[in-house]
């Protein structure tokens, strides 16, 4: 298999959810080295259930994920990040009350190399954070948030990054600098499993996607081909048979 298709992560079969409840019902997916995927699909399909999952927060009920070829399952979050995952969930993903400085320290925690090279990298990525470093996370911006919290899982320096709806709540303005950051993210060679709403920007994106629907992969693509598909619509409005 050459670089570009060495696969990073493969779920099969996975069975997750929460209590004795199960959301994702034998759900497929692989993620290979340095692409983007995007997970798409209706409210309570799974999505964000498949990033808990593997972030050791979900409870699995069967099925296999392995990172690299090594098994995930039974691991504690910790054990995850260690083997090179971070996780950029939905909301809470910042400490508000410390500086951008603070956070980035927060997230590097378990890194193992020099943090302020770790943390220069960082704001070379995201130059309006260096502005910004010694400013209380609470005072910036909806997208400038988010790029903190991008940046803070990008400091143990993972292979696989996983972001859960990063443009829920930002303005339209800043869901573009959000989108592009995703690009310079990948850029780097982190590979990204990404979970967006807004299909359009989130496809546009993305190497390939998932439709999930009701826990399982109803399609796989590229994303402009998902983006071509004239279901698509009725999907989102939950009338597929």
Not at 53 to 72: C, D, P, Q, T, Y
Not at 165 to 192: C, D, H, M, Q, W
Request: charged share 25%.
């Amino acid at each position: 298999m050459s670089k570009e298709m060495e696969e990073v992560l493969r779920m099969e079969g996975v069975r997750s959810g929460y209590g004795e409840m199960e959301i994702l019902r034998g759900l497929d997916l692989h993620v290979y080295r340095g692409e983007c995927v995007v997970l798409i699909g209706p409210n309570g399909a799974g999505k964000s259930t498949i990033l808990k999952g593997l972030m050791g927060i979900a409870n699995i009920f069967g099925g296999r994920i392995s990172l690299e070829g090594v098994s995930l399952e039974g691991l504690r979050t910790e054990e995850i990040v260690r083997k090179g995952v971070s996780y950029v969930p939905q909301v809470k993903n910042v400490f508000p009350h410390m500086s951008v400085e603070e956070n980035l320290e927060m997230g590097g925690y378990i890194f193992e190399g020099s943090l302020v090279e770790r943390m220069e990298g960082v704001y070379e990525m995201f130059p309006e954070l260096r502005e910004k470093r010694r400013s209380d996370a609470w005072t910036l911006s909806g997208g400038q948030r988010q790029m903190l919290a991008m940046g803070k899982a990008l400091m143990v320096d993972p292979g696989l990054l996983l972001l859960d709806e990063p443009s829920a709540g930002v303005s339209p303005l800043n869901r573009g600098i959000i989108f592009e950051s995703v690009e310079r993210i990948k850029g780097t060679g982190v590979s990204i499993l990404m979970v967006e709403q807004n299909v359009r920007e989130g496809l546009g994106c993305a190497d390939r996607g998932y439709v999930i629907v009701d826990g399982k992969v109803r399609y796989e693509g590229r994303g402009e081909d998902l983006l071509g598909m004239e279901d698509l619509g009725e999907i989102f409005f939950g009338v597929v048979e």
